[in-house]
Each structure stands twice: as C-alpha cells, then as structure tokens.
T-cell receptor, first 112, second 116 residues
Framework: SQTIHQWPATLVQPVGSPLSLECTVE??????LYWYRQAAGRGLQLLFY??????ISSEVPQNLSASRPQDRQFILSSKKLLLSDSGFYLC???????????FGQGTRLTVV | AQSVTQPDIHITVSEGASLELRCNYS??????LFWYVQSPGQGLQLLLK??????LVQGIKGFEAEFKRSQSSFNLRKPSVHWSDAAEYFC??????????????FGSGTQLTVLP
C-alpha cells in the first residue's frame, strides 16, 4: 500500500533562518506531488505542485521554493524565513488527475 | 477556473442529531468531488469521493454525500453524529483533462462542534 511521510511534525525557526521540509511517498511511482499551506480558517492554499522529477509549478509568488530531486521526494525550502511563513504545511500526492489526494500528517512551522 | 464554497464556517450539533454540511462548486464540466476530514494538527483524511455514476455516494464513518448537478452542490450528511466526528471538514473539486494536475481546489472548511 502507499504511504506518505512528512517531517518534521513541528518546527520553530527564527526569522531569517533557512527552511527545509521533506516529503516522501512509498508504494507508488510517478505521483503528482503537492505542497499546501493552511492558515486558520482559510482552507488550503496550493503552493507548489510537481508532475515529475525536476518539474515544479509555483502557484503563489512567495518566499518559498520547492524541488523534486527524486521521483517520490518533494522538498519545500526557504533561504530566509519571514514571520508570515508561519503556518501548517501539508504535503500530498495523487496518482493522476482523476484520483483523490492523499495527505501527510503536516508540519506546524512557527517563525519567531 | 473552478471554485468551492462552504457557506458554513462553524456548525454545532448535539450528539445523535443529524448533520448536513453544505458544499457548492463552480466548474464548467463534470467535476470530481471529494470530502475530507481533518482532526486538529493532523493531515486530511478522505471521507468519500464522486467521479461518476450514482449521485449518492457512501463513505467511511457513516457519512454520505449527494451530487446535485442542477444545484452545483455536493452536501455531506450523517444521520446520527458521534462526539468523535468533531473536526474540520473540507469539500474539494478536481478536474480531468490537460493541465489538470493542479486542479484540486479546496473550500475554506467547516468546523464541526458536537455537544454531549
């Protein structure tokens, strides 16, 4: 069966520090991968998605970037965090457009 | 572009009462529709999905949803709510076709509180 791992679960980082959140999927190949950010009461905001290795689409101009160095690995990064980067970050995968998304357990990022 | 509206930000029901969470979508063709549930600090779990066929779909935990094309709605229902159903619920719409990898749009969520 397929599983998705996302880490760390919680993270407290100072303003201006770098960020790296990692997400890996097991049990499938060539998935579509997604990074969402969730703010309280505002639903899910799609940040990045990827349909293949090295293929990244950005949905929202911001202080973040994403990379997909391997088929089942998706990384969310920042060179210098801002206070506004605080939030709950969710990684997800889909096998194709006509399927549901499966989510990781999320990372609570607090920038102080 | 597709969109999803969940008009109720917060709903409170008593345990044992029936529940209906509203979802309206906007999309030009037949959508793929989903309901997810999220417990605090957790990821989203799929409750049910609609792709085609029977417009009344059954999901996990006793939930069901009905697709009504004429009303562009996909409301979630449960006949008798349990305290463990307290969570946040998200409706989502997806699409097929070229360029559809990104097209999974979520509503802003409905927070459900269950009173004892």
């Amino acid at each position: 069966s397929q599983t998705i791992h996302q880490w760390p679960a919680t993270l407290v980082q100072p303003v201006g520090s770098p960020l790296s959140l990692e997400c890996t999927v097991e049990g499938t190949s060539n998935p579509n991968l997604y990074w969402y950010r969730q703010a309280a009461g505002r639903g899910l905001q799609l940040l990045f998605y990827s349909v293949g290795i090295g293929q990244i689409s950005s949905e929202v101009p911001q202080n973040l970037s994403a990379s997909r160095p391997q088929d089942r690995q998706f990384i969310l990064s920042s060179k210098k965090l801002l206070l506004s980067d605080s939030g709950f970050y969710l990684c997800a995968w889909r096998q194709g457009a006509k399927t549901e998304a499966f989510f990781g357990q999320g990372t609570r990022l607090t920038v102080v | 572009a597709q969109s999803v509206t969940q008009p109720d930000i917060h709903i409170t029901v008593s345990e044992g009462a029936s529940l209906e969470l509203r979802c309206n979508y906007s999309y030009g063709a037949t959508p793929y529709l989903f309901w997810y549930v999220q417990s605090p600090g957790q990821g989203l779990q799929l409750l049910l999905k609609y792709f085609s066929g029977d417009t009344l779909v059954q999901g996990i935990k006793g939930f069901e949803a009905e697709f009504k094309r004429s009303q562009s709605s996909f409301n979630l229902r449960k006949p008798s709510v349990h305290w463990s159903d307290a969570a946040e619920y998200f409706c989502a719409v997806g699409a097929g076709g070229p360029g559809s990898a990104r097209q999974l749009t979520f509503g802003s969520g409905t927070q459900l509180t269950v009173l004892p």
